[in-house]
């Protein structure tokens, strides 16, 4: 009996009821596998993006297999170095580093990545002239039709955010793009939800061509300024973790093939999704029927907040005879927008009937709120209990 399988997961929800999370470990080990031997003939440093799902047992689990932890905030790091991370395998981003989280950060090793101006101020502050590496987010365009990256520095001013650095005595240490795998279209919406798009897994070439800019860059800087880069970082948008053998030679080779005069910068990938979707299940049962093709389940937009923008796909586990039709599927939310499925094709369904949301595993149990309900317990692989 898998632990995601079908039997299982009906034996947890009668166990325990609905709405339920399960997360499966070992999926996370084989996934983090997968995503070693893709990367494994290039110099990569993967790390996990943990804003994906930060839960305890998962952090530890990827620490474990030796990976190392992306962090978007101080309290993240916290995190990071709670699941067993050590300094050095820790990269933190993020617009928002207080000075504690700036000091504990340099004086652990970790890998720092500088957003703004004004954080290079304080970077260079809080650094007090010591000779500290320091990495830079930049941004340029790679996307038609969706609104401007509003993180790190145009690809017009790394040079000078640069020179600022050797100026203050700090070391430029690398280079860092990532492209939101939510992106928000530049037309206004008349629904703000429906102006993001969730685009994942990027396309290969897209990444290509991510990697293909910044190293240009990264040489332009190097030969301005008289530099050499440690890395470069290309954010997430991996797809899943099986399929990532093609992704790592497209991110890799416009690295491997540029000019640099001496070994290629380390590249540095940031997979969220691909270590997590699949890892997580939500387990929920109909609470109503309100009537030929619509249902009520106990799990919402509160659970499951993607779903504002993007089709939940929707599993049935018990066997209901009848034929397929297309159901709605509302949440318990006293809310119009709470909407799971419009057209789920799905048999006449009775209050008690089992349903999962398969690869559900990323953002959705991190961004999930208290909003009128409690939020569900995760129970995860290895532990008789839910927390």
């Not at 998962?58 to 790091?77: D, I, K, R």
Request: charged share 20%; hydrophobic share 45%.
């Amino acid at each position: 009996m898998t632990f995601l399988g079908d039997d299982n997961l009906c034996r947890v929800a009668r166990r325990y009821g609905t709405p339920l999370w399960v997360y499966s470990l070992e999926r996370v080990r084989q996934n983090a596998a997968w995503l070693r031997e893709a990367f494994a003939p290039y110099p990569t440093t993967i790390a996990y993006a943990m804003k994906a799902c930060a839960l305890p047992q998962v952090l530890s689990t990827v620490a474990e297999a030796g990976l190392s932890l992306e962090a978007a905030s101080g309290h993240e790091y916290v995190q990071a170095r709670q699941a067993g991370a050590s300094g050095e395998r820790i990269v933190l981003n993020g617009p928002l580093k207080t000075d504690d989280d700036l000091v504990r950060a340099f004086e652990e090793g970790a890998l720092v990545n500088v957003d703004s101006p004004s954080e290079l101020e304080q970077t260079i502050r809080v650094a007090g002239g010591r000779p500290l590496p320091v990495g830079l987010r930049v941004h340029f365009p790679v996307l038609e039709g969706h609104a401007p990256d509003r993180f790190g520095f145009p690809a017009d001013g790394v040079g000078a955010a640069a020179r600022r650095l050797l100026e203050a005595g700090l070391r430029p240490a690398g280079l860092h793009v990532h492209v939101g795998s939510y992106t928000v279209s530049a037309a206004p919406a008349r629904v703000p939800a429906h102006a993001v798009d969730l685009i994942w897994p990027k396309p290969a070439d897209l990444l290509e061509r991510v990697s293909a800019g910044l190293a240009r860059l990264a040489l332009e800087v190097e030969r301005q300024l008289d530099v050499v880069f440690d890395y470069l970082d290309v954010g997430g948008g991996l797809p899943p973790a099986q399929e990532a053998h093609e992704y790592a030679a497209s991110v890799y080779g416009p690295i491997a093939k540029a000019n640099w005069g001496h070994a290629p910068p380390r590249l540095v990938v940031e997979p969220g999704r691909a270590l997590v979707a699949d890892a997580g299940v939500l387990l929920t049962s109909v609470a109503a029927v309100r009537g030929p093709g619509a249902v009520v389940v106990d799990a919402g937009i509160n659970c499951l907040p993607t779903a504002l923008w993007k089709e939940v796909s929707l599993a049935l586990l018990d066997a209901v005879p009848g034929e397929a039709q297309p159901t709605t599927v509302y949440g318990p939310l006293c809310l119009q927008t709470d909407v799971l499925a419009r057209s789920a094709e799905l048999p006449p369904l009775e209050p008690g009937a089992l349903l999962a949301v398969r690869a559900a595993g990323a953002y959705n149990l991190a961004q999930s709120s208290e909003f009128i309900f409690e939020k569900p317990p995760v129970i995860t692989e290895g532990h008789d209990r839910p927390s």
